[in-house]
C-alpha cells in the first residue's frame, strides 16, 4: 500500500482550509453588518428604544399648560301648557319657543399637585436608561448569535470535508482490498471489513451534508440572505490570555458592567416607582383651572293668548378661574389591593435581580475558565494531529507486513480525520468564548470582530475542494 495515497485526500481537501479559495469568501464582520441590516431582534431592539424614548416627553407634557376648546350648537323647538289658579279662578296659559344656541369655551388646566405625575416623570428616566441598555445587550446579543452561527458552518464544513476525505481513501483501500483478496494476500474478512468502513462512510457523508445545509440555513435566518463562502482561521491564529489575567477581575466587571444585569436593576427601581405610582389613589390631587366662554340664543317666543312670536335673544360671556382640591376617601379597596398587588411585583423583581447577578457571576467564570482551557485543547488537538498522522503511517507500515489489519488501518484513519476536525473545532470554540468573556463583562463591541477577522483567511467550501479534488483525479486519470 502506498502511504502517499492516504494523504492525497488530505492534502486536497483540508489543508486548503488555510488557503484562499476561488471569489470573495465573507468575513466575519461582513456577515455581522448584513445581520445588523437584516435581523429582525435587532429591529425590534431598536423600534422598542425609540418607543421608550418618548416616556420622557410624555411624563413632562402632563405637568404643563393643558389648554382645550371646545363648542357645541342646539337647535331648540320646544312648547309647554300651564294651568293654575289665582284670584279670579281657574287659568290656563300655553307658551312656545324656538331658536338656536351656540357655545364656545376655552379651558386651561394646571396641576398644582399630582403625585402620580410627580412619579411618572421620575420613572422616565429609568425606562429611557433601561431602553438604552436592552438595546445594547441586543447588539451584543447579535455578535454572539452570528459568531455562533458562523462558526457552526465552518464546523459542518470540516466535517463534511473530513469525512469526504475518509470516504475517498477508504474507497481506495477497499479497492486494493479486493486487489489483495484476488492474488491472496489477505482474507475475504479484510474485503468485508473495508466494505463496511465504506458503507458508513457514505452514510456520515449524507448526514454532515444534510448538517451543512441546516447551518446555513440558521445562518441565513440572522443575515437575510445565503452566504455561499465564509473565510476561516488560519494556521497562525494567536491564542491570547485574557486580560486582567485573574478570573475576579473579570467578574467584577461583569457585576458592574453586565448590560443584563443593568437592565435587572433598572427593573426592580421601576417596579419600586410602581408602588408609589399606585398609591397615588390615597393622595390629594391640586388642579388650577381657567376657562373663558361664551354662549349665543337667538330665539322666538310665544305665549297664548298673544297671536304670534315675539323675538327673545340672550348672549351672554363667563370668565372664572379656580382651584379644584380632590381628595379620594373610599374606592371600594381597589387602591389598597393595586398597592399590595405592586409590592408583590417588586418583591418577585428583587429575586429576578438576584437570579440575574448569579448567572451573570456564573457566566463570566465559565467563559474565563472557558478561554484558559480552550487554548490548553487548541494546542493538545494540534498535536493530537501531529501524533495521528504518525500512528496512521506506523499501521499501514505494519499492514504492508502483515502485522495490523485492514481494521486497524481504518481505525487508524479515522483518528486522524477525527483530531484534524477536533482542532478546527477547538480554535472556534476559543474564539466563541473569548467574544462570550467580554460580552459578560458588558464591554463587547464591534472592534472585536475587527480583531478576529485580522487572522481570517478565503478557502473553498467543501463543494469546491470536492470539485477541484474530482478534477485532479480525473486529469490524473
Known sequence: MKKAINFKTLLIMLC??????VGHSA?????????????????????????????????????????????????????????????????????????????????????????????????????????????????????????????????AEDRLTSIHADRQSIARQLEQAKQRFDVGLIAITDVQESQAAYDQSVAAEIGAKRTLATSREFLREITGQHVSTLSAPDDDFPLRNPA?????????????????????????????????????????????VASMGESDTPGELRIAPAPAFSTADSDGQSDSISIQFNVPLFAGGYTSSRVREAVYLHRASREQLQRVTRETERQARDAYLGVLSEMSRVRALKQAVASSRTALEATEAGFDVGTRTIVDVLNSQFNLYASITG???????????????????????????????????????????????????????
Open 244 to 288: 486582567p489575567s485573574d478570573e475576579a477581575s473579570w467578574v467584577n466587571l461583569a457585576l458592574s458592567q453586565n448590560l443584563v444585569l443593568i437592565s435587572s436593576r433598572l427593573d426592580e427601581k421601576l417596579a419600586r416607582d410602581e408602588i408609589s405610582f399606585r398609591r397615588n389613589g390615597r393622595y390629594p390631587s391640586i388642579d388650577l
Open 423 to 477: 482542532f478546527y473545532q477547538s480554535r472556534y470554540d476559543y474564539i466563541l468564548n473569548v467574544l462570550a468573556l467580554k460580552q459578560a463583562a458588558g464591554n463587547l463591541q464591534i472592534q472585536d470582530l475587527e480583531n478576529v477577522d485580522q487572522w481570517l483567511k478565503e478557502r473553498p467550501t467543501p463543494e469546491q475542494a470536492i470539485a477541484e479534488e474530482e478534477a485532479a483525479a480525473a486529469a490524473s486519470e
Open 27 to 155: 468575513s466575519l464582520l461582513e456577515v455581522y453588518q448584513q445581520a445588523l441590516q437584516s435581523d429582525p431582534r435587532i429591529h425590534e431592539a431598536e423600534a422598542r428604544r425609540l418607543a421608550a424614548l418618548e416616556a420622557e416627553p410624555q411624563a413632562r407634557g402632563v405637568l404643563l399648560p393643558q389648554i382645550g376648546f371646545g363648542g357645541n350648537w342646539t337647535k331648540f323647538d320646544s312648547s309647554g301648557t300651564t294651568t293654575g289658579e289665582d284670584s279670579q279662578g281657574i287659568f290656563t296659559s300655553s307658551s312656545e319657543s324656538r331658536g338656536e344656541t351656540t357655545r364656545w369655551q376655552f379651558t386651561l388646566r394646571q396641576t398644582l399637585f399630582r403625585w402620580d405625575q410627580i412619579v411618572n416623570l421620575r420613572r422616565a428616566n429609568k425606562i429611557v436608561a433601561k431602553a438604552e441598555a436592552d438595546r445594547e445587550a441586543a447588539q451584543q446579543d447579535l455578535i454572539i448569535r452570528v459568531a455562533q452561527r458562523y462558526f457552526d458552518v465552518l464546523a
Open 16 to 21: 486548503t482550509l488555510a488557503v484562499p479559495g
